[in-house]
């Protein structure tokens, strides 16, 4: 889901991509060919000429910041998960339960769920799937999420995103239970969200992850200068959202904005999702800010036995000179979002049951 | 409504205010007396002290910003939903309905509530009130407003805040059907405007009045810096939220902001809605900048019959020299929250009969 939300973000991308078919994508011992947006190399600038760009900075030239390992907090995190599970399937005797919905074949929607399912299979919850065909009606999806809505072993219930065009993904999303919307996505937990005083019953999983980064490295959001990049429903705005609840002061920037650059490089705190490979340049930030890269973008690279290889919307190589803190792609946010969706899967099963 | 909406945000205050009991306040021909929340004097400095704040500052001496004027928008509104009224009761034979609910005996809130049922008058919505007694349970105003959710002659349903301690706002808010919601504050309703690609059935009146007074002055909000001060649920939140789906890059500013003014002065735009008289100053004001002021303050001023008169978050006199269009306070976007409310229950009572 991670990369389709950046992809989904594109339309209002700037630079260019080009659609290449790659094939020998490699999930395990399965081989899948699908289609995959990869961007023309556009690497990072070196660090003289990024100097150059501006007259009042100046690129240090190693690498300073500490690296925030998303893969192993997401292992702590699955660790927990499953120590949680255990102690409340001996309480109340009951696994928690995960319903995801595929409707058509995409491929890379495919391998999602599969990870999502294996994922669950690791700490103990039960999940389930149910594969529609890419030319279901409307209310055949909508029938099977009313009944997972009524099924009481089910306590999650997540609907891989992006749908065929022919069907109202609104409507769908709306469909699902409040009290089993385990990606956070009803426009009633996204209201309860933005209020004060209010409680969302799910967070939607990404921008849960990116700010439980922060937490798990003792980074101080509070009163701080954020600036989230980015304004899409499943990341951009519930960051700030997230970013605000926690009383940083946020600026929100998106294509219309006319001087990321120099709004950007006034956050100690930057959450970038647009998925512009290599868009936040080194001059874009402030030193010893911190930085949360959402963006997975694959880009052409002959060395890659795929062809490709994976790189965030933050230029790294730059940005780690600047920093004080940083994500890497792959391995920072993209283990988060799975493990997110697992804590508010056992959330959502402790509610239900009242295990505390 | 307004005012009460800022003396709520009082919470967040940095200056202190005193209560005082004031009497003889007149409304047409009836006496009232209440207690008011009254803050000290604290003129507004000269310009001549303004300037010494800051180096990189100095303050014109003669006012050139143009005044926007709330009252006439107001009244201009009124009008218009007055002969679309009119039209819609000959084409479908109704009128619109409101309701208005008011817990306690709240001399303000009464005062409130008047004048929405006379501004209702003059337009041609017909109003009803549910005068409710300060020791009532929340069931008893459930009820209520179930009754009004099934009323088909009832188009919009407004729970006058704040409500007695002993009940719930949440719960009591939660319970006005969302088609009724004319006031905006339901959770859903919010959701979908945090959501891009969705459509809330109804804004909360302030804000919308705030945007409608930038779009009646001609002034482009798309790709403009904005700040809003104050992330009340009724007024700053939804200003940041509606500003964003307008395409402005939007920065909230709250109590916990380290540097309000340094990030006040980037703004093209700035809505105030804190409830500190004359907390941004013109040291605060990058020059041209547009000032929308929620503000209404009531500050001591013997020379006044009453004790006081009324002022803004923004000191006028010294922000009418900075920018180049400003609210007054009085007469700036009072007048436009309940020309809103107006125009929310004519869009309702619209959408039932499918008037266009």
Redesign the interface.
């Known amino acids: 889901m991670m990369a389709s939300t950046i992809f989904n973000d594109c339309s209002s991308c700037i630079l260019p991509f080009n659609k290449i078919q790659l094939r020998f994508l490699h999930l395990g011992r399965s081989v899948v060919h699908f289609r995959i947006n990869v961007y023309p190399i556009k690497p990072c600038i070196t660090p003289t000429q990024a100097a150059s760009l501006t007259t009042t900075f100046a690129m240090p030239s190693e690498p300073s910041a500490k690296v925030i390992d998303g893969k192993l907090v997401a292992k702590q995190i699955r660790d927990e998960i499953t120590s949680e599970i255990s102690k409340m399937k001996e309480a109340v005797g009951i696994n928690p339960g995960l319903a995801v919905v595929l409707v058509g074949d995409r491929k890379d929607s495919a391998i999602y769920v599969q990870n999502k399912k294996k994922a669950c299979d690791t700490v103990g919850i039960i999940s389930r799937e149910s594969l529609l065909p890419e030319d279901c009606t409307e209310e055949e999806v909508l029938k099977c999420i009313s009944e997972y809505n009524k099924d009481p072993s089910i306590h999650g219930i997540l609907v891989q995103l992006p749908l065929p065009q022919h069907l109202n993904e609104?409507n769908i999303l709306n469909a699902v239970n409040i009290d089993k919307d385990v990606d956070g996505f009803?426009?009633?937990?996204?209201?309860?969200?933005?209020?004060?005083?209010?409680e969302p019953l799910f967070v939607p999983c990404t921008p849960k992850g990116c700010i439980e980064l922060l937490h798990r490295y003792n980074i101080s959001i509070?009163?701080k200068?954020a600036v989230v990049i980015g304004?899409?429903?499943i990341v951009g705005?519930p960051a700030a959202?997230l970013l605000?609840r926690e009383?940083a002061?946020?600026?929100?920037?998106?294509s219309?904005?006319?001087n990321p650059e120099e709004?950007t490089r006034e956050a100690d705190i930057i959450i970038s999702a647009v998925g512009q490979p290599n868009m936040v340049r080194g001059s874009w930030i402030k030193p010893g800010a911190v930085i949360i890269d959402v963006g997975i973008n694959p880009v052409e690279d002959s060395k890659s036995r795929r062809g490709y290889r994976l790189v965030g919307d933050v230029c790294y190589e730059e940005a780690c000179k600047i920093a004080s803190a940083i994500t890497p792609v792959p391995g920072g946010v993209g283990p988060m979002t799975i493990a997110m969706l697992l804590s508010n899967t056992l959330t959502s099963a402790k509610r239900v049951y009242n295990f505390v």
Do not use: C, F, Y
Request: charged content about 30%; hydrophobic content about 30%; glycine content about 8%.
């Open positions: 609104e009803h426009p009633l937990n996204i209201g309860r969200l933005a209020m004060r005083g209010r509070k009163g200068r304004r899409s429903n705005m959202l605000q009383d002061t946020v600026s929100i920037i998106h219309r904005t006319e709004i």
